[in-house]
């Protein structure tokens, strides 16, 4: 009765039978002393609470029409709907962590067991060591596997144990070996010497031409050891085995064909497409080939038996696939097609997991560094783009000259240059990406172009049917 409203907690007065707010009765009583409303003695000890449950208040005048219960409903309803849609978009950002954190443990773990691998190979080596003290038996024999005859799988060579040489080659890239060439060494290479043997192609120094031929070259020597002829149309890409005397080539017959070096024959045909093969990349394990083609598919192929053991196609694109590298862990690879697109693959779950756009006009070359950083990239748009792979962004665009043809990218095995082959030959040097060499001794396109151990050479070839060394 003294405020109008429903009390919180009632209490009764004796003097005057009325319902009070306990509160503001003891309020008025501390300052009357009396009953409000028959104005008798009242203290705070006569008063007697109501025990009640919760009181319900009565509704505000604006909720007791249908138009003020709808709009009271409406306003509730988008409360409702702001939240859900706060909710979601909460849930959509925990989803982006949660996959980049996964992501990030997927690649943890490739780090880990790379390197419990090469510890493994270490322990190995050192074991196989310890009982020679020291002392390096004569070999008696060739320890390579060899391939003897066209259509046989390749023999599976023994184990012999680490050699310490192995074990520098599988470290390579990890560390600037002391033989590397200096900057300002390099950047007094000249011409050396010129041989003449066929159309095109990069060296080993291999060659092959649009005459369907592909032709290897021993520098040492200075001469042909092999004019390998099988091909049916102009050969696209050649490479040379690292432990074996065995080459591997792609043509636009549509056909791969492995090679004895030694042998001058041919002793097996891959045939992964149904159109021209444009690229070519050997597997760090060198049992294993990377394709490219035409026909818009990629192709894994086990090189000792020739049978292709997965085959895919991006649907989504529809583009001719114009070249292929490995990644030097050999868990990824990327191909360029002829829609300016670079695609990163993942090899185990056959999925395209990263695109690289930004080039105009078919992908001409890609190349991997040798740390696993960087990956470069030409095209027909005259430009030579550079690509963090572990921010996935292009960090670096140089141009080149007006209708430059880019034909051929390669790092050195150290990844501190950067040749580039095409209407000349261009050699820049990491991380400051500044340009340190260029030749123009060819007539011709350069096709190849590739380093030798330690960047102590460079190699070249190119339409005018040359071969071309560069040194100090």
Request: net charge negative; aromatic share 8%; with cysteine.
């Given at each position: 009765l003294?405020?109008n409203e429903?009390?919180?907690?009632?209490?009764?007065s004796?003097?005057s039978?009325?319902?009070?707010?306990?509160r503001?009765?003891?309020?008025?009583?501390?300052?009357?002393?009396?009953?409000?409303?028959?104005?008798?003695?009242?203290?705070?000890?006569?008063?007697?609470?109501?025990?009640?449950?919760?009181?319900i208040?009565?509704?505000?005048?604006?909720?007791?029409?249908?138009?003020?219960?709808?709009?009271s409903?409406?306003d509730?309803w988008?409360?409702?709907?702001l939240?859900?849609f706060?909710?979601?978009?909460?849930?959509?950002?925990?989803?982006?962590?949660?996959?980049?954190?996964?992501?990030?443990?997927?690649?943890?773990?490739?780090?880990?067991?790379r390197?419990?691998?090469?510890?493994?190979?270490?322990?190995?080596?050192?074991?196989?060591?310890?009982p020679?003290?020291?002392?390096?038996a004569?070999?008696?024999?060739?320890t390579?596997?060899s391939?003897?005859?066209?259509?046989?799988?390749?023999?599976?060579?023994?184990?012999?144990?680490?050699?310490?040489?192995?074990?520098?080659?599988?470290r390579?890239?990890?560390?600037?070996?002391?033989?590397l060439?200096?900057?300002?060494?390099?950047?007094?290479?000249r011409?050396?010497?010129?041989h003449v043997?066929s159309?095109?192609?990069?060296?080993?120094?291999?060659?092959?031409?649009s005459?369907?031929?592909?032709?290897?070259?021993?520098?040492r020597e200075?001469?042909?050891?092999?004019?390998?002829?099988g091909?049916?149309?102009?050969?696209?890409?050649?490479?040379?085995?690292?432990?074996?005397?065995?080459?591997?080539?792609?043509?636009?017959?549509?056909?791969?064909?492995?090679?004895?070096?030694?042998?001058?024959?041919c002793v097996?045909?891959?045939r992964?497409?149904e159109?021209?093969v444009t690229?070519?990349?050997?597997?760090?394990?060198?049992?294993?080939l990377?394709?490219s083609?035409?026909d818009?598919f990629?192709?894994?192929?086990?090189?000792?038996?020739g049978?292709v053991?997965?085959?895919?196609?991006d649907e989504?694109t529809?583009?001719?696939?114009?070249?292929?590298?490995?990644?030097p862990?050999?868990?990824?690879?990327?191909?360029?097609?002829?829609?300016?697109q670079i695609?990163?693959?993942?090899l185990?779950?056959?999925?395209?997991?990263?695109?690289f756009?930004?080039?105009?006009?078919?992908?001409?070359a890609?190349?991997?560094?040798e740390?696993?950083?960087?990956?470069?990239t030409?095209?027909?748009?005259s430009?030579?783009?550079?690509?963090?792979l572990r921010k996935l962004?292009?960090?670096?665009?140089?141009?080149?000259?007006?209708?430059?043809?880019?034909?051929?990218?390669v790092?050195?095995?150290?990844?501190?240059?950067?040749?580039v082959?095409g209407?000349d030959?261009?050699?820049?040097?990491?991380?400051?990406?500044?340009?340190?060499?260029?030749?123009?001794?060819?007539?011709?396109v350069?096709?190849?172009v590739?380093?030798g151990?330690?960047?102590?050479?460079?190699?070249?070839?190119?339409?005018?049917?040359?071969?071309?060394?560069?040194?100090?």
């Amino acid at each position: 009765l003294v405020s109008n409203e429903v009390p919180e907690h009632p209490c009764v007065s004796p003097v005057s039978n009325q319902v009070y707010e306990r509160r503001l009765i003891e309020k008025y009583i501390a300052e009357n002393g009396v009953d409000p409303i028959t104005g008798q003695p009242l203290s705070e000890e006569q008063l007697i609470d109501i025990k009640l449950s919760h009181p319900i208040r009565p509704k505000a005048p604006s909720a007791t029409s249908i138009p003020a219960i709808l709009k009271s409903l409406q306003d509730e309803w988008d409360a409702v709907m702001l939240h859900s849609f706060t909710l979601r978009q909460q849930l959509q950002t925990t989803r982006q962590e949660l996959s980049h954190a996964l992501y990030q443990h997927d690649a943890a773990c490739r780090v880990i067991a790379r390197l419990t691998k090469e510890v493994t190979a270490a322990r190995e080596a050192l074991a196989t060591l310890k009982p020679q003290a020291g002392l390096v038996a004569p070999q008696t024999g060739p320890t390579q596997p060899s391939i003897v005859a066209a259509g046989e799988a390749m023999d599976v060579s023994e184990q012999v144990g680490m050699t310490p040489d192995i074990i520098q080659k599988v470290r390579r890239g990890k560390t600037v070996p002391e033989e590397l060439v200096r900057a300002e060494d390099l950047s007094k290479y000249r011409h050396m010497a010129s041989h003449v043997v066929s159309d095109c192609g990069p060296p080993k120094f291999q060659r092959g031409g649009s005459d369907k031929n592909v032709v290897v070259f021993d520098k040492r020597e200075e001469q042909i050891l092999a004019t390998l002829k099988g091909h049916t149309k102009k050969v696209t890409s050649v490479i040379y085995h690292p432990s074996q005397s065995v080459v591997f080539s792609a043509s636009t017959d549509s056909t791969i064909r492995v090679w004895s070096v030694s042998g001058g024959s041919c002793v097996q045909v891959v045939r992964a497409h149904e159109a021209g093969v444009t690229g070519l990349s050997l597997h760090a394990t060198g049992d294993y080939l990377l394709s490219s083609s035409e026909d818009q598919f990629w192709a894994f192929s086990d090189i000792q038996t020739g049978r292709v053991l997965t085959k895919v196609t991006d649907e989504t694109t529809g583009s001719a696939l114009t070249c292929a590298q490995f990644h030097p862990d050999g868990l990824i690879f990327g191909t360029g097609t002829a829609d300016s697109q670079i695609k990163i693959w993942d090899l185990k779950e056959r999925t395209n997991v990263a695109n690289f756009p930004g080039h105009s006009g078919p992908i001409t070359a890609i190349a991997f560094s040798e740390n696993g950083y960087y990956l470069a990239t030409g095209a027909q748009d005259s430009s030579l783009k550079l690509w963090d792979l572990r921010k996935l962004k292009n960090f670096k665009t140089i141009a080149l000259d007006n209708s430059y043809e880019v034909k051929s990218l390669v790092f050195d095995q150290s990844g501190t240059y950067l040749a580039v082959g095409g209407s000349d030959i261009r050699v820049y040097i990491c991380k400051q990406w500044s340009e340190v060499l260029n030749f123009t001794e060819h007539t011709g396109v350069v096709t190849g172009v590739a380093f030798g151990e330690h960047a102590q050479f460079l190699a070249s070839s190119g339409m005018d049917r040359s071969l071309k060394f560069y040194s100090l």
